[in-house]
């Protein structure tokens, strides 16, 4: 069941300016059509671009349960492209370190395999942890990284109490905000979890980008599971 919602970063209710039509066959939707990596399969939710923001979103998404359901039990087969995205990550963050009060506590929402969490122990967080709700992408992390994962959708109400304000120096979330129904939200709780000078790092897609702007519905961030894309810093129209 799909809910109608506002433009999830400025409220504006004007989904007139569709970009991209939905396109869902229920009965093609199997074991990773909600996984970070896959198969093209060509389907997405409604997509209309904001007339205030220019945000490109979803104006009608599945229910917060049935997210919940489809990203717990999606499968898992990008351990590969995980290693290369942490490397990368971890090279843009060694980069801001010397800016953050301290290396405390790191936490990566979204955090797959957990292939970003060796790379933040590396990197010196004393206190590394990560919030991943597929238990596939979660089983199929080192060992070494595995008991830092907490296989669960993001909600500050489940953390440890000591947890919830102001622990973290460091919030990552990356590729996370377009599979969720309110970013905003999160990125409200992210930010209180973060003590005062804390940073918080997010990597999304954005739909103006050239290469998405060539390959246009074919492109493989006009998924089924992304509720709205960014629009980067691209001016003029979209």
């Known amino acids: 069941m799909l809910t109608a919602r506002p433009c999830p970063v400025c409220g504006d209710t004007d989904d007139s300016h569709e970009?991209?039509?939905?396109?869902?066959d229920r009965r093609r939707i199997g074991e990773l059509s909600y996984a970070s990596r896959k198969e093209p399969e060509f389907m997405n939710l409604r997509m209309v671009?904001?007339?205030?923001?220019?945000?490109?979103?979803?104006?009608?998404?599945?229910?917060?349960?049935?997210?919940?359901?489809?990203?717990?039990?999606?499968?898992?087969?990008?351990?590969?492209?995980?290693?290369?995205?942490a490397a990368s990550y971890a090279q843009a963050l060694?980069?801001?370190?010397?800016?953050?009060?301290?290396?405390?506590?790191?936490?990566?929402?979204?955090?797959?395999?957990?292939?970003?969490?060796?790379?933040?122990g590396a990197l010196g967080f004393a206190e590394v942890a990560g919030i991943e709700p597929s238990r596939a992408a979660a089983d199929a992390a080192a060992g070494t990284v595995r008991s830092m994962i907490r296989v669960e959708r993001f909600?500050?109400?489940?953390?440890?109490?000591?947890?919830?304000?102001?622990?973290?120096?460091?919030?990552?979330?990356n590729q996370t905000l377009e599979h969720v129904e309110d970013p905003f939200a999160l990125l409200s709780a992210a930010?209180?979890?973060?003590?005062?000078?804390?940073?918080?790092?997010?990597?999304?897609?954005?739909y103006r980008?050239?290469?998405?702007?060539?390959?246009?519905?074919?492109?493989?961030?006009i998924d089924i599971g992304h509720c709205s894309c960014s629009r980067g810093r691209a001016s003029g129209s979209p």
Not at 97 to 105: F, K, V
């Open 209 to 221: 980008h050239p290469l998405m702007r060539l390959l246009g519905r074919h492109s493989p961030i």
């Open 155 to 173: 909600d500050p109400e489940q953390l440890p109490e000591d947890l919830r304000q102001g622990h973290f120096t460091l919030v990552i979330a």
């Open 94 to 120: 060694r980069r801001k370190l010397g800016e953050l009060p301290d290396r405390g506590a790191a936490l990566d929402i979204g955090a797959g395999n957990g292939a970003l969490l060796a790379h933040l």
């Open 19 to 24: 970009r991209f039509a939905e396109r869902i």
């Open 191 to 206: 930010r209180r979890l973060l003590k005062p000078g804390g940073a918080l790092m997010i990597v999304s897609h954005d």
């Open 49 to 85: 671009v904001c007339p205030r923001c220019e945000l490109l979103y979803a104006p009608r998404v599945p229910e917060p349960s049935e997210l919940a359901r489809a990203y717990a039990d999606t499968g898992y087969d990008s351990a590969a492209e995980a290693e290369y995205a």
